[in-house]
C-alpha cells in the first residue's frame, strides 16, 4: 500500500471515532434540563460538530471518502437511537418539548453534515496535509 493510502486510512479510522463519540455524547444529552429547563445544547454540537468533523477529515486527509465517513456515523448512531431496544429502552422520544428538539437535532445535524459533505465533494482535490519531522500537522499557509 502506498504511504498516501495508508494515511487515508488511518485518518478515516480516526475520523470515524471521533465522530462515533461526538455523536453519542450528543444523543444522551438530547434530554438535559438545567432548573428543570430542557436545553437543546445537542442541537448545536450536531450542527458544529458535523460541519467541522466533515471539513477536517477532507482537508487532514485529502480523500473525499473520508470526509464522508463523519456524516454517515453520525447519521447512523442518531437513527439507532430512535430504535427502541428488546428492554424497552428509547433514547430518542417523540411527544412534547423533548421531542422538538430530538426532531430538531435530526434536521439540522442531517442538513450540516450535509451542506459539509456537499463542500468536500464539490470542492477542489486536496492534497493531504504533509506532516513535519516532529510529527505535528503544520497549519496551512496565510494568503
Same mark, same amino acid.
Given at each position: 500500500?502506498? #504511504? #498516501?493510502?495508508?494515511?487515508?486510512?488511518?485518518?478515516?479510522?480516526?475520523?470515524?471515532?471521533?465522530?462515533? *463519540?461526538?455523536?453519542?455524547?450528543?444523543?444522551?444529552?438530547?434530554?438535559?434540563?438545567?432548573?428543570?429547563? +430542557?436545553?437543546?445544547? =445537542?442541537?448545536?454540537?450536531?450542527?458544529?460538530?458535523?460541519?467541522?468533523?466533515?471539513?477536517?477529515?477532507?482537508?487532514?486527509?485529502?480523500?473525499?471518502?473520508?470526509?464522508?465517513?463523519?456524516? +454517515?456515523? *453520525?447519521?447512523?448512531?442518531?437513527?439507532?437511537?430512535?430504535?427502541?431496544?428488546?428492554?424497552?429502552?428509547?433514547?430518542?422520544?417523540?411527544?412534547?418539548?423533548?421531542?422538538?428538539?430530538?426532531?430538531?437535532?435530526?434536521?439540522?445535524?442531517?442538513?450540516?453534515?450535509?451542506?459539509?459533505?456537499?463542500?468536500?465533494?464539490?470542492?477542489?482535490?486536496?492534497?493531504?496535509?504533509?506532516?513535519?519531522?516532529?510529527?505535528?500537522?503544520? =497549519?496551512?499557509?496565510?494568503?
Amino acid at each position: 500500500m502506498s #504511504r #498516501r493510502r495508508v494515511g487515508a486510512v488511518a485518518w478515516g479510522l480516526v475520523a470515524v471515532l471521533v465522530a462515533g *463519540w461526538l455523536a453519542l455524547v450528543e444523543v444522551f444529552w438530547l434530554p438535559l434540563r438545567i432548573g428543570g429547563v +430542557l436545553v437543546p445544547l =445537542s442541537v448545536l454540537a450536531a450542527v458544529v460538530g458535523n460541519l467541522l468533523l466533515v471539513a477536517a477529515a477532507h482537508r487532514l486527509s485529502g480523500s473525499r471518502v473520508v470526509a464522508v465517513l463523519p456524516a +454517515l456515523v *453520525w447519521l447512523a448512531v442518531a437513527v439507532a437511537a430512535m430504535i427502541r431496544r428488546p428492554e424497552g429502552d428509547l433514547v430518542m422520544t417523540g411527544g412534547g418539548a423533548a421531542g422538538t428538539i430530538n426532531l430538531g437535532f435530526l434536521l439540522l445535524g442531517v442538513t450540516a453534515a450535509a451542506f459539509g459533505v456537499g463542500r468536500a465533494l464539490a470542492g477542489p482535490r486536496r492534497q493531504p496535509l504533509p506532516a513535519s519531522a516532529d510529527g505535528a500537522v503544520p =497549519s496551512a499557509p496565510a494568503r
